[in-house]
């Protein structure tokens, strides 16, 4: 972007539930039905926005970060939304910002190495550093340290016998998979180590960003452990807190 350009950011989400929860937020509120999907334009603390539910999996995320980038300009994507937890040592409702993004379904061998990404000799997309950075910040300031989370959140998190969440940046992998077998994710950790978690987006949207040039931020909720209570753990947390964790995560980018 030059100095020149009027900022905009497009912000994707991968539930309904949550971007919903983002739209009473807005100024300036517009409509938009394009390609069969809803884009929500206007202002967050005069920063100008586009909103939309990026739909499942890569290619539907794809469309819909393409609509923005082409359709609405918008010259940043942050994506935000539920994954599973692949480390061990993360905690269902810790907070993964992400940093080198998979395709763990990606694998053109033997003409290219497992997760190459056709045509562009690169293993993963790179989130932005500088977002990294400022995000990381804004996240921890507002939501770790100072404000404590969402009374709800906190609550729903001691009924299911988890800890006061945690902020991590780390590797992520997309794929259009919904990961809910032990020894699925067992693969998947021998294979790529420094994966925090996985979710079926991110990487898609990411490459978007690296063909068009324009940052992009991945921001994750862990809603589940990619094994076999997955199912159960994540439809629990998509009915009890995942909007509430969009709504605070918006605030502190933006608030
Ligand atoms: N998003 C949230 N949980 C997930 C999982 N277990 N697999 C893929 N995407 C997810």
């Known amino acids: 972007m030059n100095s020149n350009q009027h900022r905009i950011i497009g912000i994707m989400g991968a539930m309904p539930e949550e971007v919903e929860e983002i739209i009473p937020m807005i100024q300036n509120l517009q409509k938009f039905e394009i390609g069969n999907r809803i884009f929500y334009s206007g202002t967050i603390n005069h920063i100008s926005v586009v909103v939309a539910f990026a739909k499942w999996?890569?290619?539907?995320?794809?469309?819909?970060?393409?609509?923005?980038?082409?359709?609405?300009?918008?010259?940043?994507?942050?994506?935000?939304?539920?994954?599973?937890?692949?480390?061990?040592?993360?905690?269902?409702?810790?907070?993964?910002?992400?940093?080198?993004?998979?395709?763990?379904?990606?694998?053109?061998?033997?003409?290219?190495?497992?997760?190459?990404?056709?045509?562009?000799?690169?293993?993963?997309?790179?989130?932005?550093?500088?977002?990294?950075?400022?995000?990381?910040?804004?996240?921890?300031?507002?939501?770790?340290?100072?404000?404590?989370?969402?009374?709800?959140?906190?609550?729903?998190?001691?009924?299911?016998?988890?800890p006061y969440p945690k902020l991590y940046i780390g590797d992520i992998a997309s794929g259009d998979q919904f990961i809910h077998d032990y020894s699925v994710k067992k693969t998947l950790k021998?294979?790529?180590?420094?994966?925090?978690?996985?979710?079926?987006?991110?990487?898609?949207?990411?490459?978007?960003?690296?063909?068009?040039?324009?940052?992009?931020?991945?921001?994750?909720?862990?809603?589940?452990?990619?094994?076999n209570d997955s199912i159960i753990d994540f439809q629990k947390f998509v009915e009890n807190i995942a909007s509430k964790y969009s709504c605070m995560l918006i605030q502190a980018l933006f608030l």
């Open 190 to 227: 021998e294979k790529i180590p420094t994966l925090l978690c996985v979710e079926m987006e991110g990487a898609a949207v990411a490459q978007v960003c690296h063909e068009y040039k324009i940052p992009f931020s991945l921001i994750r909720i862990i809603s589940d452990n990619a094994n």
């Open 57 to 162: 999996g890569k290619v539907a995320a794809s469309i819909t970060a393409s609509v923005m980038i082409l359709h609405f300009k918008v010259n940043e994507i942050i994506f935000t939304g539920v994954a599973g937890g692949i480390a061990d040592h993360l905690n269902i409702g810790d907070i993964v910002i992400g940093k080198n993004i998979y395709q763990h379904d990606m694998d053109a061998r033997p003409l290219l190495q497992q997760f190459e990404i056709p045509l562009t000799g690169k293993l993963f997309f790179e989130c932005d550093a500088e977002k990294i950075n400022l995000y990381h910040n804004f996240i921890s300031n507002s939501i770790i340290n100072k404000i404590s989370f969402d009374k709800e959140i906190i609550d729903y998190l001691e009924s299911i016998k988890q």
